[in-house]
Protein backbone atom coordinates (compact mmCIF):
# COMPACT_ATOMS: atom_id res chain seq x y z
CA UNK A 1 0.00 0.00 0.00
CA UNK A 2 2.29 2.51 -1.28
CA UNK A 3 1.90 6.54 -1.07
CA UNK A 4 2.11 7.16 -4.73
CA UNK A 5 -0.66 9.33 -5.72
CA UNK A 6 -2.96 7.54 -2.83
CA UNK A 7 -6.15 9.26 -2.47
CA UNK A 8 -8.48 9.87 0.67
CA UNK A 9 -11.88 10.89 1.17
CA UNK A 10 -12.36 13.15 4.25
CA UNK A 11 -16.16 14.01 4.80
CA UNK A 12 -16.75 17.07 6.79
CA UNK A 13 -13.67 18.62 5.65
CA UNK A 14 -14.22 22.45 5.39
CA UNK A 15 -13.53 23.16 9.19
CA UNK A 16 -12.75 21.98 12.75
CA UNK A 17 -11.13 18.47 13.23
CA UNK A 18 -12.10 17.44 9.55
CA UNK A 19 -10.12 20.54 8.06
CA UNK A 20 -7.05 19.31 10.33
CA UNK A 21 -7.44 15.53 9.19
CA UNK A 22 -7.46 16.87 5.40
CA UNK A 23 -4.61 19.19 6.08
CA UNK A 24 -2.71 16.26 8.14
CA UNK A 25 -2.88 13.72 5.21
CA UNK A 26 -1.72 15.78 2.75
CA UNK A 27 1.53 16.73 4.42
CA UNK A 28 1.98 12.65 4.59
CA UNK A 29 1.49 13.07 1.12
CA UNK A 30 -1.96 11.94 0.37
CA UNK A 31 -4.12 13.16 -2.47
CA UNK A 32 -8.28 15.27 -0.82
CA UNK A 33 -11.45 14.36 -2.00
CA UNK A 34 -12.66 16.58 0.52
CA UNK A 35 -16.40 16.56 1.08
CA UNK A 36 -18.63 19.49 2.87
CA UNK A 37 -21.97 20.37 2.59
CA UNK A 38 -22.52 24.14 2.15
CA UNK A 39 -19.27 26.30 3.73
CA UNK A 40 -17.64 26.96 0.55
CA UNK A 41 -15.54 29.57 1.39
CA UNK A 42 -13.61 27.56 4.35
CA UNK A 43 -13.83 24.44 1.85
CA UNK A 44 -11.86 26.67 -0.62
CA UNK A 45 -9.42 27.82 1.91
CA UNK A 46 -8.70 24.17 3.13
CA UNK A 47 -8.20 23.40 -0.71
CA UNK A 48 -5.52 26.33 -1.26
CA UNK A 49 -4.05 24.95 1.55
CA UNK A 50 -3.47 21.17 0.41
CA UNK A 51 -2.43 22.79 -2.76
CA UNK A 52 -0.07 24.78 -1.23
CA UNK A 53 1.64 21.80 -0.07
CA UNK A 54 1.72 20.52 -3.72
CA UNK A 55 -1.10 17.77 -3.12
CA UNK A 56 -4.13 17.76 -4.94
CA UNK A 57 -7.52 18.35 -3.67
CA UNK A 58 -10.84 17.90 -5.15
CA UNK A 59 -13.44 19.62 -3.82
CA UNK A 60 -17.19 17.60 -3.05
CA UNK A 61 -20.36 19.59 -1.97
CA UNK A 62 -22.95 17.28 -1.08
CA UNK A 63 -24.98 16.30 1.95
CA UNK A 64 -23.80 12.48 3.41
CA UNK A 65 -27.28 12.27 5.05
CA UNK A 66 -28.79 12.48 1.15
CA UNK A 67 -27.99 9.03 -0.53
CA UNK A 68 -28.95 10.23 -4.17
CA UNK A 69 -26.63 13.47 -3.62
CA UNK A 70 -23.77 10.61 -2.49
CA UNK A 71 -24.29 8.54 -5.50
CA UNK A 72 -24.55 11.84 -8.25
CA UNK A 73 -20.63 13.06 -6.76
CA UNK A 74 -19.05 10.06 -6.24
CA UNK A 75 -20.62 7.21 -9.15
CA UNK A 76 -18.56 9.30 -11.71
CA UNK A 77 -15.70 9.08 -10.14
CA UNK A 78 -15.34 5.92 -9.03
CA UNK A 79 -15.19 4.49 -12.53
CA UNK A 80 -11.90 5.74 -12.96
CA UNK A 81 -9.94 6.52 -9.52
CA UNK A 82 -10.27 4.50 -6.14
CA UNK A 83 -9.62 6.26 -2.69
CA UNK A 84 -8.31 3.20 -0.88
CA UNK A 85 -8.80 5.35 2.44
CA UNK A 86 -11.83 6.92 3.54
CA UNK A 87 -12.09 9.64 7.08
CA UNK A 88 -15.76 9.96 8.07
CA UNK A 89 -15.77 12.83 9.62
CA UNK A 90 -19.55 14.85 8.91
CA UNK A 91 -21.05 15.38 11.84
CA UNK A 92 -23.53 18.05 13.40
CA UNK A 93 -25.16 18.60 16.87
CA UNK A 94 -28.97 19.20 17.65
CA UNK A 95 -28.40 18.90 21.69
CA UNK A 96 -31.70 18.91 23.82
CA UNK A 97 -33.19 17.03 26.74
CA UNK A 98 -34.95 13.72 24.89
CA UNK A 99 -38.40 14.88 26.57
CA UNK A 100 -38.67 18.48 24.38
CA UNK A 101 -36.35 16.86 21.68
CA UNK A 102 -37.99 17.24 18.21
CA UNK A 103 -38.59 14.48 15.61
CA UNK A 104 -36.11 16.75 13.08
CA UNK A 105 -33.73 17.05 15.91
CA UNK A 106 -33.43 13.66 16.00
CA UNK A 107 -33.57 11.96 12.64
CA UNK A 108 -31.34 15.00 11.64
CA UNK A 109 -28.17 13.99 13.63
CA UNK A 110 -28.88 10.15 13.18
CA UNK A 111 -29.20 10.73 9.58
CA UNK A 112 -26.02 12.70 9.14
CA UNK A 113 -23.75 10.48 11.35
CA UNK A 114 -25.42 7.23 10.94
CA UNK A 115 -26.61 7.17 7.66
CA UNK A 116 -23.96 9.08 6.15
CA UNK A 117 -21.18 6.49 7.50
CA UNK A 118 -23.63 3.98 5.59
CA UNK A 119 -24.35 6.21 1.98
CA UNK A 120 -20.37 7.23 1.86
CA UNK A 121 -18.77 3.80 2.88
CA UNK A 122 -20.46 1.66 1.46
CA UNK A 123 -19.61 2.36 -2.92
CA UNK A 124 -15.74 2.54 -1.32
CA UNK A 125 -15.87 -0.28 0.56
CA UNK A 126 -17.41 -2.13 -2.52
CA UNK A 127 -13.99 -1.20 -4.49
CA UNK A 128 -11.98 -1.63 -1.71
CA UNK A 129 -13.09 -5.22 -1.87
CA UNK A 130 -12.32 -6.21 -5.35
CA UNK A 131 -8.67 -4.43 -4.67
CA UNK A 132 -8.17 -6.30 -1.43
CA UNK A 133 -6.81 -3.42 0.39
CA UNK A 134 -8.45 -0.15 2.43
CA UNK A 135 -8.25 1.73 5.28
CA UNK A 136 -11.71 3.72 6.81
CA UNK A 137 -11.17 5.96 10.29
CA UNK A 138 -15.10 6.90 11.58
CA UNK A 139 -14.40 10.02 13.63
CA UNK A 140 -16.89 8.86 16.32
CA UNK A 141 -17.17 10.79 20.03
CA UNK A 142 -16.47 9.86 23.85
CA UNK A 143 -20.74 10.64 23.89
CA UNK A 144 -21.07 6.92 22.09
CA UNK A 145 -19.11 5.59 24.38
CA UNK A 146 -20.27 6.91 28.03
CA UNK A 147 -23.46 8.88 26.86
CA UNK A 148 -24.26 12.81 27.50
CA UNK A 149 -27.29 14.10 29.40
CA UNK A 150 -28.68 16.45 26.29
CA UNK A 151 -27.55 14.48 23.73
CA UNK A 152 -29.32 11.40 23.34
CA UNK A 153 -29.47 11.72 19.76
CA UNK A 154 -25.59 12.42 19.00
CA UNK A 155 -25.02 9.51 22.03
CA UNK A 156 -26.99 6.91 19.92
CA UNK A 157 -25.74 8.20 16.14
CA UNK A 158 -22.25 8.04 17.41
CA UNK A 159 -22.61 4.43 19.62
CA UNK A 160 -24.33 3.11 16.61
CA UNK A 161 -21.28 3.95 14.47
CA UNK A 162 -18.52 2.70 16.34
CA UNK A 163 -21.11 -0.56 16.48
CA UNK A 164 -21.39 -0.31 12.71
CA UNK A 165 -17.25 -0.09 12.33
CA UNK A 166 -16.74 -2.94 14.62
CA UNK A 167 -19.32 -5.35 12.30
CA UNK A 168 -17.71 -3.87 9.20
CA UNK A 169 -13.98 -4.77 10.41
CA UNK A 170 -14.93 -8.28 10.75
CA UNK A 171 -16.74 -8.49 7.05
CA UNK A 172 -13.58 -7.02 5.57
CA UNK A 173 -10.56 -8.29 7.15
CA UNK A 174 -9.89 -11.28 4.91
CA UNK A 175 -9.76 -8.40 2.02
CA UNK A 176 -7.07 -6.71 3.91
CA UNK A 177 -9.30 -3.95 4.85
CA UNK A 178 -9.24 -2.30 8.16
CA UNK A 179 -11.94 -0.36 9.75
CA UNK A 180 -11.31 1.68 12.88
CA UNK A 181 -12.94 4.45 14.76
CA UNK A 182 -11.61 7.56 17.14
CA UNK A 183 -13.74 9.14 19.84
CA UNK A 184 -12.49 12.75 20.55
CA UNK A 185 -13.19 14.60 23.69
CA UNK A 186 -13.89 18.35 24.44
CA UNK A 187 -11.44 19.06 21.25
CA UNK A 188 -10.87 22.85 20.62
CA UNK A 189 -13.43 23.44 17.53
CA UNK A 190 -16.99 25.28 17.17
CA UNK A 191 -19.04 22.34 18.58
CA UNK A 192 -17.47 23.19 21.92
CA UNK A 193 -18.28 26.99 21.95
CA UNK A 194 -20.87 28.13 24.98
CA UNK A 195 -20.07 25.34 26.79
CA UNK A 196 -19.60 25.60 30.35
CA UNK A 197 -15.79 24.46 29.78
CA UNK A 198 -14.61 25.43 33.57
CA UNK A 199 -16.64 23.07 35.15
CA UNK A 200 -16.64 20.04 32.25
CA UNK A 201 -12.87 20.80 32.30
CA UNK A 202 -12.69 19.53 36.00
CA UNK A 203 -13.92 15.75 34.97
CA UNK A 204 -10.42 15.77 32.66
CA UNK A 205 -7.86 14.33 34.18
CA UNK A 206 -5.51 16.33 31.74
CA UNK A 207 -7.43 19.75 32.88
CA UNK A 208 -7.63 21.10 29.06
CA UNK A 209 -9.40 20.74 26.05
CA UNK A 210 -7.43 18.57 23.02
CA UNK A 211 -6.53 20.01 19.57
CA UNK A 212 -7.53 19.12 16.12
CA UNK A 213 -3.85 18.06 15.51
CA UNK A 214 -4.30 15.66 18.31
CA UNK A 215 -7.16 14.55 16.59
CA UNK A 216 -5.60 14.57 12.79
CA UNK A 217 -2.24 12.76 14.21
CA UNK A 218 -4.24 9.63 15.29
CA UNK A 219 -6.20 9.25 12.00
CA UNK A 220 -2.87 9.66 10.01
CA UNK A 221 -1.33 6.79 12.08
CA UNK A 222 -3.97 4.66 11.44
CA UNK A 223 -3.85 4.97 7.95
CA UNK A 224 -0.53 4.43 7.81
CA UNK A 225 1.84 0.80 7.67
CA UNK A 226 2.67 1.08 11.19
CA UNK A 227 -1.24 0.11 11.76
CA UNK A 228 -1.52 -2.88 9.73
CA UNK A 229 -1.98 -4.89 12.57
CA UNK A 230 -5.19 -2.82 14.05
CA UNK A 231 -8.89 -3.38 13.39
CA UNK A 232 -12.27 -2.97 14.83
CA UNK A 233 -10.92 -0.67 17.49
CA UNK A 234 -11.90 2.45 19.34
CA UNK A 235 -9.42 5.22 19.93
CA UNK A 236 -9.94 7.48 22.60
CA UNK A 237 -8.61 11.10 22.36
CA UNK A 238 -10.66 12.54 25.20
CA UNK A 239 -8.24 13.51 27.71
CA UNK A 240 -8.94 10.98 30.08
CA UNK A 241 -12.46 11.97 30.87
CA UNK A 242 -13.15 8.16 29.77
CA UNK A 243 -11.13 4.94 30.75
Known sequence: MGNDQRIVLVTGASRGIGAAIARELAV?????????RSADAAAEGVAADIQALGRCCRLLK??????????E?????????TPFDLVHNAGITRDGLMAMMS???????????????????RPLVRAMLSA?????????????ETGQAGQTNYAAAKGGMIAAVKSLAREVAKRNILVNAVTPGMI?????????????????????????????GVVRFLLSEAAGYITGQVIGINGGLHM
Open 28 to 36: GGYDIWLNY
Open 62 to 71: FDVADPAAVN
Open 73 to 81: ALEPLLVDE
Open 103 to 121: DDDWQRVLAVHLNGFFHVT
Open 132 to 144: RRGRIVAVASVSG
Open 188 to 216: DTEMIQGLPLDEMLKLVPLGRVGTPCEVS
